[in-house]
Every structure is written in structure tokens, then in C-alpha cells.
């Protein structure tokens, strides 16, 4: 049987050793790797090169869907905000990560203008305009509009996608 949490460990230090960032995933279906990555961004100069967005996009094409039910997702440390909400957008199974943020911070941190993990979690729950990160919002009615025309072309519905049995 495959130590898929050691396989994930593996993953990563060899990303380290690469000169990447020390995080990645593998995404097991049936017992098997279905799709694993580690963390790209630091060699591909794209913020979203994350491990687990990664993963999860090579997951869903070759499932051909963008659920992954019946999946188990491995990732090193507990995902930031950006990974957390893919992984409740792709519904697997169960995550299993393998470190907190307060046992790596010792040795690696990676804060950004409005990005700093200890706080970042709490902007969040904050209403848009309380929020570091400076928005505006500029209401539109034809931007409403392309919702209204998606709705129509999906007989009425307004449910973009169904979740398949697990």
C-alpha cells in the first residue's frame, strides 16, 4: 500500500531542492494517484502555480469534470485561502495536510502587500469595504445582465453544476 502522505513529503523536498517552494499535493481516487504537483510559483513566476491548484487542475481533466468526489487530497501544510476555497469548490472526499501554519512559520514565511497567513483568514469574514485590499464596487446592469442570459440558456435553472454521487 502507497504512503500517499510520505509521497507528498517526497514531492515537496524535492521542489525544495529544485529551488521551488516547500509545498505540494497528490489527489488519490480508488487508491491511486490520480494527479500530484508541487508548488510552481516561485519557477513560473504565476501566483496561482500553487501545488494544490495545480493538482486539482490536472485532476479534473482527466476526470473530465471539475468534481473531485471520491478523492482524498494530501497536502503538506494546511492551504492558504486561495487553495482552501478550490478545494471546497472541487468537493473531495476528505483533506489531509500535514502540517499547521504555526509549525512551519519558524522557518518560512511568505507575506505580501495584503497577504500575511496570521491575519489573512480574518479579511475574510470582513464586509469588502473593511478589507485591506482597496474595492470598489461599480454596479452595472448589463454585467447583471450575462447572468440573466445564463440562466435563460440553462432552461431557467439557476445551478451551474450538479455534485456526482460520491
Not at 446592469?141 to 460520491?166: C, F, H, I, K, M
Amino acid at each position: 500500500m502507497t504512503d500517499f502522505a510520505q509521497r507528498t513529503i517526497d514531492l515537496a523536498r524535492r521542489n525544495v531542492a529544485e529551488g521551488g517552494r516547500p509545498f505540494a499535493t497528490v489527489i488519490v481516487k480508488d487508491g491511486q494517484v490520480l494527479a500530484e504537483s508541487a508548488n510552481k510559483a516561485a519557477q513560473t513566476n504565476d501566483p496561482t502555480a500553487h501545488a494544490e491548484i495545480l493538482a486539482i487542475r490536472e485532476a479534473c481533466t482527466k476526470l473530465g469534470t471539475e468534481h473531485l468526489v471520491g478523492t482524498t487530497i494530501y497536502v503538506l501544510a494546511h492551504p492558504c485561502p486561495m487553495c482552501l476555497g478550490s478545494l471546497y469548490y472541487c468537493s473531495p472526499d476528505e483533506v489531509v495536510f500535514l502540517t499547521t501554519r504555526d509549525a512551519y512559520e519558524p522557518h518560512y514565511v511568505d507575506d505580501r502587500k495584503y497577504f500575511e497567513l496570521a491575519t489573512f483568514y480574518d479579511e475574510l469574514g470582513k464586509d469588502w469595504r473593511d478589507r485591506r485590499l482597496p474595492m470598489r464596487y461599480e454596479p452595472r446592469d448589463d454585467a447583471l445582465e450575462v447572468y440573466r442570459s445564463w440562466q435563460q440558456q440553462n432552461g431557467g435553472s439557476r445551478t451551474a453544476s450538479t455534485v456526482p454521487p460520491g
